[in-house]
């Protein structure tokens, strides 16, 4: 008898000839994840187990936050013997009081009992063990699953994870982490649904300081808790943003820096071999997040760009940074790049056409260039 | 690398580096037991407060160690304000350090009447104010000897004729210990603190003139007359001990940083003609603390300028410079929210050399040429 984690996943339940694929990738991200505890993981009907770890709750903690788990049970592995398997139903209904039911299932159609006759037959023992329950087949407030597999598994809690699916089976893609409140959570949206990612900051040296630069680091830290590690590209952009400043109409600033963060993100994204960007824009959040804006920036780039916030109000945003614990990094007050030479009056209309004229001044290619080539590269887990 | 942020902390000196090590591998031993090597621990800590007692012409007062000068201070302002009955009046200069500042909020918020006294624009405090709130029964006056935005040195003498017989006199010297001219009969209370001083972090201490009654902010086992239970921060004490030794060994301190700030503001008119000085006339001021703005350029970006070249500065004070708002200090002295955006400190140490003054000055020179064209709408 021992302590096992009984690991189930969701969406990926409906993959159709992929899913040994899809599993694959899940069961080896799992393990990835409870490495530092020692824990010992395998995939067997339909299930993902975890045992030999150091520390249950920490261990729970670990496999919650991976992408593809729909929930977690910590759970009692057994050798197939009835009054085995009641002693350890009774010893955890121990603790509970109201309704319950017994889910029982059998995979191995040579024990003896079949599903109902297990489930009334411990139904009954808990029953007698505990006064303070009841049965309710229909609503059960507590659900006692027995499983008779290779081996019995007994489990009755049952702890949400984050859902999603298997990191890396949703291709790579590359975000534009600024160290706002939004984009970290533009990235948690889309690693959820698998995609691997790595992101690109702007930094702007004298403007920006060395605090900054650690306040971004901590965010790519607290998304790889999820993703298990990614690498930061961190992008020199004070020449670039001083030349804007110089030479191109004022109200437009804020727009032609978008542009310029799009043209050297795209290069960045096909050295990291993804195949689209993610940024945190949300419509009409800021001038440069308006339709028209957004057209604009579009128009410089040759790779989809997602922006999973697009539909979301600024409150529904937060709320997820806290869930998943980068609010409190994000609100640090450090300036960031945006925030140097915002334009007093910036043009929220912007038209496509009056780009090249407001652009012509600049050397945009030598620009891109110069600044991915010096570009650092840091990589965080 | 030139280091010219001393105000925020000092590297610690070799002699306290040295009698720290002493005390963690030899003289670990708790200076509250009874067998002898715990007891040699205790001469030490004993030897180490009569050191800082004469360093302030205290020998006849009480020294409670603390783990820095916040602690310090809030002893001193609430320990007193404690043992007093009733609500009080009490007073506190507009330019002190957020641990002087935040301790007279929290009175003010129990109900005492809180006066605050103002300044001028070279950072004198506003006399008449003062005597305005000592007529109306102040029974507590708080004013740092040497203010560390701007290094305004206080008139504690004239402090001191106006106090005596009316009001305890508590004095923040974290700035000025050693470094400016001091002695307790200028003061019933005096904050000081080890790291600016080439000692460690984490140890500091409270002078208390006999007869002055505190309330302890912290209890348990006694220690320090029972003033701040807890056991000695032994290695802390023998380093300030020995970085007091050593400064006052080297004499003269004074003389020798006021000849290097006079020559880092000569070197920074030069590279910057418009630099404007903030606070006291330089030859006035403390000798290690000057303040400028570099107009047109913001101090924060002034600052990650001069740090790309190896020079290290601050805007304001440490304990609020990550808070991004322009310093309070400043702007109680009278002076625009431009010209106080655009201010940088500058403090130096007897180890500050002259050729790190002339670097900083040329990096200076440098970056103000560059970042003055660039200058936001």
Not at chain 1, 32 to 49: E, N, Q, T
Not at chain 2, 41 to 69: K, N, P
Not at chain 2, 91 to 105: G, I, K, M
């Amino acid at each position: 008898m021992r302590d096992v984690l009984l690991v189930r996943y969701g969406e990926v339940f409906l993959k159709g000839a992929n899913r040994p694929y899809f599993l694959r990738m899940l069961t080896e991200n799992v393990r990835k994840a409870v490495k530092p505890v020692g824990g010992h993981v395998w995939l067997s009907d339909a299930r993902i187990y975890v045992s030999d770890f150091a520390d249950l709750q920490d261990c729970i903690a670990r496999v919650t936050r991976v992408f593809g788990v729909h929930s977690v049970s910590p759970a009692v592995e057994m050798e197939k013997d009835l009054d085995a398997i009641s002693a350890v139903c009774i010893r955890m209904m121990q603790g509970y009081s109201g309704t319950f039911k017994v889910f029982a299932r059998r995979s191995d159609k040579s024990f003896p009992m079949n599903s109902m006759e297990i489930g009334q037959e411990i139904g009954g023992r808990v029953l007698e063990s505990n006064p303070n329950l009841k049965v309710d087949v229909h609503k059960p407030q507590h659900r006692l699953n027995v499983e008779i597999r290779d081996n019995a598994y007994v489990c009755v809690e049952e702890v949400p994870a984050v859902g999603g699916m298997p990191m890396g089976t949703g291709g790579k893609a590359a975000l534009l982490l600024s160290g706002g409140i939004d984009s970290p959570v533009a990235g948690f949206q889309l690693m959820k649904r698998g995609v691997r990612c790595c992101a690109i900051h702007f930094q702007s040296p004298p403007y920006t300081g060395e605090l900054a630069r650690d306040k971004v680091m901590t965010l790519a830290k607290e998304l790889s808790a999820y993703c298990g590690g990614m690498r930061v590209y961190l992008v020199p952009f004070t020449k670039c943003q001083l030349e804007i400043h110089e030479k191109c109409p004022e109200g437009l600033g804020t727009l032609i820096t978008r542009r310029f963060m799009m043209r050297i993100a795209e290069r960045l994204a096909r050295q990291y071999g993804a195949q689209a960007l993610i940024t945190g824009e949300s419509l009409g959040q800021v001038a440069s997040q308006t339709m028209e804006a957004l057209v604009c920036t579009d128009a410089v780039v040759g790779m989809p760009v997602f922006r999973p916030l697009i539909g979301m109000d600024k409150t529904e945003i937060m709320a997820v940074a806290e869930k998943i614990g980068t609010y409190e990094t994000s609100i640090l007050p450090y300036e960031d790049c945006c925030t140097v030479f915002t334009p007093r009056h910036p043009v929220t209309k912007p038209k496509l056409d009056t780009m090249p004229d407001a652009e012509k001044r600049l050397d945009v290619e030598a620009l891109v260039s110069e600044a991915v080539e010096n570009t650092e590269v840091e990589y965080v887990e | 690398m030139a280091y010219l942020d001393n105000s925020a902390t000092t590297r610690v000196c070799p002699e306290a580096v040295e009698a720290m090590v002493r005390c963690m591998r030899e003289g670990f031993y708790n200076p509250s037991g009874v067998y002898r090597p715990a007891v040699d621990a205790f001469r030490e800590v004993r030897a180490c407060r009569e050191a800082v007692l004469q360093a302030v012409h205290g020998e006849d007062c009480e020294l409670i160690f603390t783990s820095g000068g916040t602690e310090a201070n809030n002893l001193a302002i609430m320990g007193a304000v404690a043992r007093m009955r009733g609500r009080q009046v009490l007073a506190v200069s507009a330019v002190e350090h957020p641990s002087v500042r935040e301790a007279f909020e929290a009175l003010r918020a129990d109900g005492h009447d809180v006066r605050v006294i103002g300044v001028t624009q070279a950072g004198e405090l506003r006399w008449d104010e003062l005597a305005r709130a000592l007529d109306d029964g102040a029974s507590l006056v708080s004013c740092m000897q040497v203010n560390n935005e701007t290094g305004a040195i206080a008139d504690l003498d004239r402090l001191r004729r106006m106090t005596e017989g009316r009001a305890l006199l508590h004095v923040d010297g974290v700035q000025g210990f050693l470094r400016v001219p001091f002695s307790m009969r200028q003061a019933d209370m005096y904050t000081l603190s080890g790291h600016k001083i080439h000692a460690p972090k984490g140890i500091g201490a409270l002078v208390v003139r006999r007869g002055v009654r505190l309330a302890p902010r912290q209890i348990g086992g006694g220690q320090e007359s029972g003033m701040r239970s807890g056991t000695e921060n032994t290695p802390g004490i023998a380093g300030l001990g020995a970085a007091v030794r050593a400064m006052r060994a080297r004499g003269g301190v004074a003389a020798e940083l006021m000849a290097k700030k006079l020559r880092l503001v000569a070197a920074f008119r030069e590279a910057v003609p418009e630099t404007l000085v903030n606070g006291p006339a330089p030859e006035d001021g403390a000798p290690h603390i000057v303040n400028l703005s570099f107009p047109g350029v913001r101090g924060e970006t002034m600052l990650h300028a001069l740090e790309a070249a190896g020079v290290y500065a601050s805007t304001g004070s440490a304990c609020s410079s990550k808070k991004r708002k322009v310093s309070s200090v400043l702007l109680a002295m009278g002076l625009t929210p431009d010209r106080a955006e655009c201010a940088l400190r500058f403090s130096l140490c007897p180890d500050t050399s002259e050729a790190e003054i002339d670097e900083a000055a040329r990096a200076l020179g440098e970056a103000y040429g560059a970042l003055r064209r660039f200058q936001r709408r």
